[in-house]
Structure formats: structure tokens, C-alpha cells
């Protein structure tokens, strides 16, 4: 027996360039079959933030289900933080990081039925200039691949594939950074700082083995250089990863600094360059469905 009565299902039309009319059916058949009330909202790229939470008051919503990718789940997330509603997640994104995490199997029908069930754990929630980030942010070369992604016409995981290798050519790495934490500074170089709440890209990069989503603490990740058998290990998921390539910092606050500007990007989405990151975290901030044999 689930415990929501109102589900409002938020599909981002556009994410990922693929359908999600299958998806919404068969979450509103599932939420019928709870004997719940089934509410859809499609977002447009405009207002959608104001409009979602506007329904969720309106219409006591008390689960979320979100079709789209990490940009939508993350604009989700920040709008309805302060009420009282669980989140469920269908990956229908090009990359689908925080799924791919949070270990959402690929078949729908599973995800359907995740999305709708009791099995929840509490999500920290980091904030970053006051921007909230639920999976992985970073400085540096990364961001600049997804600028130049999102200004390209190209879509889903070939759309950033194109975009790799103008990236490598343009990019002003490495770039050096200035971190602030636990009343230590330390200055490095490196071609990309990550700030982690979570293990892996979704790519399926596993650059933070130790990361748990629900620990209260994040990870500064600095890569210090660009090697393709070291990329090849995250992927394998190897746990051992040479302090050459990477170095962890483990934290729960921390300012980073970096001159000049560099690119940066929050869950997948291109902030901006910035020359100060403020990073803190809310621990335990949301409640999300996951698989019953989740293990971060
Ligand atoms: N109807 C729409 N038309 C155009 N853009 C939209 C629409 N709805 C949302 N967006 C835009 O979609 C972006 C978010 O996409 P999202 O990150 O969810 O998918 P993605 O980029 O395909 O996946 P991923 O983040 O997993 O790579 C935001 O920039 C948002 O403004």
C-alpha cells in the first residue's frame, strides 16, 4: 500500500530526443492502480519552475514523478525542496546521471513501478552560489563540452560525442585552482575540478567510488590530467584510482576559487564561467524512490 494520493507527473517533451508518451501512460495507469490521482505537467523552458510549484500547492501533490533528464530533475528538485513530496525518476534524458546512480534499472516498466513505490532514500542536496546540484558539478573542460553541446543542434549522447573533439582543440587546460576547506587552502592544477554528491558521470564514469548521495558530505575531484587508460578505468568502475589522475577531497564545505573565469556546469547544464564557487550541503534534503536492492 503506497502513501501518496496526488501524482503529478512532469515530462520535459524535448530531453534526450526520445519519446515519452509510453512512459506516460504507463504511469498513469500504475497511479490509477493505486487508486491515486494522476496530474501531468510538460515543461516548455519557460516559467516552468513557478508553474510547478504552483500546482504542487494547488493540488496537494504529494508525489513527483519526473521523465526527462538531469536538467529537469534538477529544476524539479529546487522548486518543490521546501514541500513535503517524494520524487520518483524515469531516466528519459541524453546522459541521465543521477539514474544511473541511484542504480534505476533501463526497462520501463521497472522504473514505473520504482517511481510509484515507498522505497526512499534521503538525497543531500548541495548548493553551489545558491544553485542546488543533486549529482555532480564541475569547472573545466567538461563544462566547456557541454557549452558547446548545448549550442549545438545535435541532441542525445552523439550531439556530445561531435562536440569532443572541437573541445579538446579550443580548451584554455589546465587551469589552476584554489580550494578552501576545513580551514586548509590548497592550490592545484588540473584540466577539471568535480564537486560530487554522487560516484559516477552518467557515462558511467565511476570518478568517486567512496561518494554516497546520503552521507552529508561531498567530494572535491581534481583530475590532474587528461589520460585515456585512466578514463578507461572509471568506466570499468575500478575502485583504484592512481592520485596522479585524481585526487579526492572529502568535505562538507568548501570556496573555490579560480582566475581567470572558467566554464562550469551543474548537472549536466551549463552555468556559466565563474571565477568562485561557494559550495555547501543540506544533508538529507530529498526524499527519492529507489530500486529496493539500491547500495551506494
Ligand atoms: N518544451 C521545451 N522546449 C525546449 N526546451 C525545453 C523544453 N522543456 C525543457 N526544456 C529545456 O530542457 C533542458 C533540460 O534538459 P535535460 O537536462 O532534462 O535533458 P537532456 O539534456 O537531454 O539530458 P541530460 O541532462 O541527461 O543530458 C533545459 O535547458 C530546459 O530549459
Do not use: W
Request: net charge negative.
Amino acid at each position: 500500500m503506497v502513501n501518496f494520493k496526488e501524482v503529478l507527473l512532469v515530462v520535459n517533451p524535448i530531453s534526450g530526443d526520445i519519446s515519452k508518451d509510453k512512459a506516460q501512460r504507463q504511469v498513469e495507469q500504475e497511479v490509477k492502480q493505486h487508486n491515486a490521482h494522476f496530474h501531468l505537467y510538460k515543461t516548455t523552458g519557460e516559467n516552468d519552475a513557478e508553474e510547478i510549484k504552483e500546482l504542487v500547492k494547488e493540488r496537494e501533490i504529494d508525489r513527483l514523478v519526473i521523465a526527462g533528464g538531469d536538467g529537469t530533475i534538477n529544476l524539479v528538485a529546487d522548486a518543490v525542496k521546501d514541500f513535503d513530496v517524494s520524487i520518483g525518476l524515469i531516466p528519459a534524458g541524453s546522459a541521465n546521471g543521477l539514474c544511473t546512480n541511484l542504480q534505476i534499472p533501463q526497462q520501463l516498466e521497472q522504473q514505473v513501478q520504482i517511481a510509484l513505490s515507498d522505497h526512499c532514500i534521503e538525497l543531500d542536496m548541495l548548493c553551489l552560489n545558491e544553485k542546488i546540484c543533486l549529482h555532480l558539478s564541475d569547472l573545466g573542460i567538461n563544462a566547456e563540452l557541454i557549452r558547446n553541446y548545448e549550442g549545438s543542434n545535435i541532441r542525445g549522447k552523439f550531439g556530445y560525442l561531435l562536440q569532443t573533439i572541437p573541445t579538446l582543440i579550443k580548451s584554455e587546460y589546465p587551469f589552476e585552482f584554489r580550494i578552501e576547506t576545513d580551514g586548509k587552502e590548497f592550490v592545484r592544477e588540473g584540466v577539471l575540478l568535480g564537486i560530487a554528491n554522487a560516484n559516477k558521470y552518467g557515462t558511467g564514469a565511476n570518478v568517486n567510488p567512496e561518494g554516497k548521495p546520503n552521507d552529508g558530505i561531498f567530494e572535491i575531484l581534481v583530475f590532474k590530467r587528461l589520460n585515456f587508460f585512466d578514463i578507461l578505468k572509471t568506466l570499468r568502475n575500478e575502485s583504484r584510482i592512481d592520485p596522479e589522475f585524481l585526487e579526492t577531497i572529502p568535505t562538507t564545505e568548501a570556496t573555490i576559487t579560480c582566475k581567470p573565469p572558467i566554464s562550469f556546469q551543474i548537472d549536466g547544464e551549463f552555468i556559466g564561467k565563474e571565477t568562485k564557487i561557494d559550495v555547501s550541503i543540506i544533508p538529507q534534503k530529498l526524499k527519492v524512490a529507489v530500486p529496493v536492492n539500491y547500495n551506494p
